[in-house]
């Protein structure tokens, strides 16, 4: 069985990671999504918050699931039995970045980075855009699943 891990901070789950999940579905027969816990980033959304987003999102495809992980993401792949990661790539930028991660992954372990071509419907989201759009109270239900909205506070 091809598993792949999809590792990130999804704060929040955007539509373009929905993108790559449900092409990656298509690649791989199973997603395992990975929120990466960094202690010393100041996240928008809680870990409860960004997981249960993910839950309630792919709820209809057993294929995804979702879990947490903290330290280096090849370590969690060995610990999970995964040889594969699942990465996104939007423009050059993203792809100078994500070159040196997985060459990095390649030099430390046998584990192989895939990396899908964003959509052009999504190509321009990005969870900071989407973080951005709603302190300055826009309507950011475009950019996100359905699933994906901010508590009002009472
Ligand atoms: P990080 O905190 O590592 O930047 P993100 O949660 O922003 O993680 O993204 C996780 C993965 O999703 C990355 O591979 C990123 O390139 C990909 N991704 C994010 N937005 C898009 C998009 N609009 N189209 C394609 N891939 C995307």
Known sequence: MKRAIFPGSFDPLTLGHYDIITRGVKVFDEIIIAIGINSDKKYMFSLEERLQFIIDTFKHEPRVKVTTYTGLTV??????????????LRNPADFEFEKAIAQTNRKLSEIETVFLLTSSKTSFISSSIVRD??????????????????????
């Open 75 to 88: 370590d969690f792949c060995k610990k999970m039995d995964v040889d594969f990661i699942l990465r996104g």
């Open 133 to 154: 759009v709603i302190r300055n109270d826009g309507d950011y239900t475009l950019l996100v699943p359905d699933t994906v909205r901010v508590k009002k506070a009472p």
